[in-house]
């Protein structure tokens, strides 16, 4: 076994157990901020550490696009998902309040009720 082999092995198993936490989190975390939390941070970088592990596995393959597209898509496209799902969950008031350190959204929040028809 050479030591490029080694260093795959190392990156590929860091990665799936990182996946792993990722997926344990999203079960046992209480709420949604929380649970998105777990689905984003260390699914993404478990993702990219597999994904590193077989590019240098694959070494000079025609499928490294692919990989290096797949890391790409998946930075760039997680954070706007965890942005969009924790705004969606805090405007229909699914969080544990007693879980948030700070409110930030609060002060940006439009407070106004409305009737069935839009007017007051």
């Known amino acids: 076994m050479t030591g490029l082999d ?3 092995s190392v990156l590929v198993l860091g990665g799936s157990s990182l996946a792993l936490t990722a997926a344990i989190g999203i079960v046992r975390f209480p709420d949604t901020l929380t649970r998105m939390h777990a ?3 260390p699914q993404v970088l478990g993702l990219l550490l597999v994904i590193i592990g077989a590019g240098i596995r694959l070494r000079g ?3 490294i696009g692919m990989l290096v597209l ?5 930075v760039i496209t997680a954070p706007v998902v965890a942005n969009r799902v924790g705004q969606l969950a805090y405007r229909e008031q699914n969080v544990r309040d007693d879980l948030l ?5 609060d002060e940006f929040a439009d407070h106004t009720e409305s009737g069935a028809d839009g007017q007051d």
């Not at 797949?70 to 998946?74: M, V």
């Open 61 to 63: 393959n025609a499928d």
């Open 39 to 41: 689905a984003s941070k």
């Open 70 to 74: 797949t890391g790409l898509f998946t």
């Open 101 to 105: 350190t700070a409110d930030e959204i």
């Open 6 to 8: 080694i260093l795959t």
